[in-house]
């Protein structure tokens, strides 16, 4: 069996960010604009995002997995541009999006993800005009893709992320289902599935945790800290593999590395799969190299 190529981004919070009414500033948008303003749109530049998304077409993967926080404060004239962006990385069938809690920072313009990125979201089955729900479920090549939303709005200061009975025990029937086939199994989620942070977790991840424990998938691909990790994870029959990328759009500052993105090559070896992990990121010359490759599985 060829490989299938899987590429990975997140956060690429799309610069620039659109002027903001003062009535949008209300509430928890005023602290998120002040800090984009000192802070944030130093950090997140587009011409580091463009590179890093013209170098990752030119691998020509065979799917692209975006784990969210496409916009900033959810302002409603952020969508547009991130649908016309969205539309320049792949066709929906091609790119799988999950939302991000910046996606869905305030309850008021909750309902856009849906609406914009619908056909990037969905499952392969949804119903046209049915809305989008999750758990979502794509096959593509030998993998089923798996997509959580962890994306609520939260209070000021707060970057917390729930998935909720509701999904979890959806999750769960999807994975009870796949068992019986010889799928290569992705689940994306925009949190961490640990964390350290009181602020930045994913509020029910224990109960995440136990799920994959009795279930198991192959590789677990999220957002959100805007580093380099991975982290295992209990299976049924083994360790899971947690993976999380940089900002798409950052430059290097403190401790958070320059944008960067992954590239999974996925394979059947006998009764086995093999999964190798190759990370490109963006150095200082706005040149995009390859900084390490790893045998996942």
Known sequence: MAAFTLAHLSDPHLPPLPAPTLRELAGKRALGYLNWTRNRCKVHRREVLDALVSDMQAQTPDHIALTGDLVNLALDAEFAPSRIWLESVGTPDRVTVIPGNHDAYVRATQHRIAEVWGDYLGSDDAVADGGVTFPSLRRRGPLALIGLSSAVPTPPLMATGWLGRSQL?????????????????????????????????????????????????????????????????????????????????AVAHGRYPAAAYNLFSIAREGTAWRCEQTVRSVDDAMRVRQIRQTRLI
């Open 169 to 249: 025990d959806a999750l769960e029937r999807i994975l009870a289902r796949l068992a019986a086939e010889q799928v290569f199994r992705v689940l994306l989620v925009h949190h961490p599935l640990r964390s350290d942070s009181h602020t930045k977790r994913l509020t029910d991840s224990s109960e995440l945790l136990a799920l994959l424990k009795r279930h198991g998938v192959e590789l677990i691909l999220h957002g959100h800290d805007h580093v380099h990790s991975t982290i295992w994870i209990d299976g049924p029959t083994g360790k899971i593999p947690a993976v999380g990328v940089p900002s798409a759009s």
